[in-house]
């Protein structure tokens, strides 16, 4: 059996030039990094600004394994079914992070004969936004450091500092570090620390701006401080927001691709869902949007944190509607939910599939409360039995819930036209989508009504720094914004052992900060960390590139 990245290497792509003439990019309009990947500029963005928009279709899922389920292999198999069928659909994509490509789960472009290539390029360092978003970010710390070291004008109170440098790999021993040690010429020693490049505000702001204005409106806005009478002090009281968006220049500009069958993907920004909003750009997705009939778009993790976070906050800000959600379910997924370690959620097991498929209703009856049709997909994998296939099957009909069996992951296009079919129907249903919260209240009543409308939860607990803290973003205006939940991805409560449909528990709000630029609030819960580690086992241990530069081991 061939791994995922054989099945990407023996495939014959066509040149990026081909795939952009079939969506009557110019050539003009397209900035190409190689023969394969392409940058979409300004140009294409302003000719096809008053389009009529086409159908917008999210790819979410139930609660995951920790070895992920399948959203973006569902999102590009249904991309390629599409086609099958004779439909006009792009896909929407997050970059991978590589942080998970060589942690747990390897490479983040689809799996089987559902892939968005090239696969190596994708995984690794693309077109380079990564970098530009990490250089962004750390440009500002160091401006930040260095003004602490020239006199400090501002006043900065370096006891009240909220910026962190970041780093798009897994480094648990950068959490927590002191800067500035050796000296009087190497700094004002204080604590910092890093997170991972995906959860920054850079990466948020970059994901959310409208254009290259609004882009270094974004940064200037990013609250960094406070100083030493409590005032709020922005990275453009730093003059630095400038420098940033040059920075970003290109990293604005979102990145075509393809599958393995040739249906164009565009793929841009890479937040993760369970430490950050979890959804692609919004210029990545309207420009999808206006070139295609069809635009397939995933957000990160289960529904609970990306699909609400999708609608919540950029479904809300960019005013998008989408038409239909996908909700990907695996046997073996909701055998973890039902107890099942993961090592043995390949075995029959139809009294664990019975105990966590609750989890499955639970989302489902989540996203309905958006007002949008919801399309079971079965991802089925090689390990599951007809006759645990035929019991989801049966739990989604007895839920009122529409399904298609999915199996892209083995066939291609092929074996998603079921269920390309059945998104087709569900888009032309009436879709009366609306947030699942008015943002004209408290920021502690938003983040209830999640706990309690998407969690499950009986409430929710905040701690004494979360109360202090809503009260300063309050006072700078920060209670009209969304909010944006961190918690674990492995259950609907903020404790990861809780699994398939929890109840009887609260969720406890240990921190908030404030996300200015971005657009929203951000909510600590659980024992989350934006710094993830590597496991025992990195998936970096099996990959290596032979002396021909033929790369092995990205899965």
């Known amino acids: 059996m061939l791994t995922d990245i054989e099945i990407a290497q023996s495939t014959k792509m066509k040149p990026i030039t081909e795939i952009a003439s079939a ?3 110019a050539e003009e ?25 086409g159908k917008l279709i999210l790819v979410t899922a139930i609660n995951p394994t920790p070895a992920g ?9 249904l991309g390629e079914a599409m086609a099958k069928i004779g439909k006009n659909a792009i896909i929407a994509l997050r970059e991978p992070s590589l942080g998970p490509v060589f942690g747990v789960k390897g490479g983040a472009a689809g799996g089987g004969y559902a892939q968005v290539v090239p696969m190596e390029d994708i995984n690794l360092h693309f077109t380079g936004d990564m970098h530009a978003i990490t250089s962004a970010n750390n440009l500002l710390c160091a401006m930040l450091d260095n003004h602490l070291q020239q006199g400090n004008a501002l006043r900065i109170d370096q006891r009240r500092i909220l910026l962190k440098r970041c780093m798009d790999m897994n480094d648990r021993a950068l959490r927590n570090i002191i800067v500035g040690l050796g000296g009087k010429v190497n700094g004002v020693p204080r604590e910092d620390g890093f997170i991972i490049t995906v959860a920054s505000e850079v990466m948020a702001i970059l994901c959310l701006a409208t254009d290259s204005r609004d882009l270094k409106e974004r940064l200037g806005r990013i609250l960094v401080a406070y100083n030493m009478d409590g005032e709020p002090v922005y990275a453009k009281d730093l003059k630095a927001e400038g420098a940033m968006a040059a920075l970003l220049h290109d990293a604005i500009n979102p990145n075509l691709v393809q599958t393995l069958e040739g249906t164009p993907a565009i793929m841009h920004g890479g937040p993760f869902a369970n430490i950050a909003h979890g ?11 206006k070139l295609a009939d069809y635009c397939i778009t995933e957000a990160g993790f289960g529904s609970d944190l ?13 005013g998008l509607k989408p038409g239909a959600v996908v909700l990907v379910a ?3 997924a909701l055998k973890y939910n039902g107890g099942v370690p993961k090592a043995e959620t390949g075995n029959e097991n139809l009294k664990a599939l019975e105990a966590g498929i609750v989890n499955l209703g639970a989302h489902i009856r989540n996203m309905r409360k958006y007002g949008v049709p919801v399309v079971v997909a079965i991802n089925r994998f090689g390990t599951d039995t007809d006759a645990e296939v035929a019991f989801i099957e049966k739990y989604c009909k007895e839920n009122g819930a529409d399904f298609a069996l999915s199996e892209v992951f083995a066939k291609g296009g092929e074996g998603g036209m079921d269920l390309a079919r059945k998104v087709c129907e569900a888009v032309e249903q009436p879709s009366a989508f609306h947030p699942v919260y008015p943002l004209n209240g408290s920021i502690q009543e938003k983040i209830e009504t999640i706990a309690r409308e998407i969690y499950g939860a009986d409430g929710v607990d905040f701690a004494p720094q979360a109360v202090k803290a809503a009260k300063e973003i309050a006072a700078l205006g920060g209670d009209a914004l969304p909010v944006c939940i961190a918690k674990t991805q492995y259950s609907l409560s903020d404790n990861a052992a809780l699994l398939g449909r929890p109840s009887g528990f609260r969720i406890t709000v240990r921190d908030l900060r404030l996300s200015n630029g971005a657009g929203f609030v951000v909510a600590y819960a659980g024992d989350i960390m934006t710094m993830p580690g590597l496991p025992k086992v990195p998936a970096a241990e099996r990959i290596d590139v032979d002396e021909a530069g033929k790369i092995s081991g990205l899965f």
């Open 69 to 77: 389920e399948g959203k973006t292999t569902t999102t590009a198999g």
């Open 23 to 25: 969506l009557g990019i």
């Open 330 to 332: 695996t046997a073996r």
């Open 29 to 53: 309009e397209l900035e190409p990094y190689g023969r394969y990947k392409a940058k979409l500029n300004d140009a294409l963005y302003s000719r096809v600004a008053d389009r009529k928009d």
């Open 279 to 289: 959804c692609n750009s919004v210029r990545a997705t309207r420009l999808a949007l």
């Open 306 to 318: 990306g699909a609400e976070k999708f609608f919540d906050i950029k479904c809300r800000l960019a």
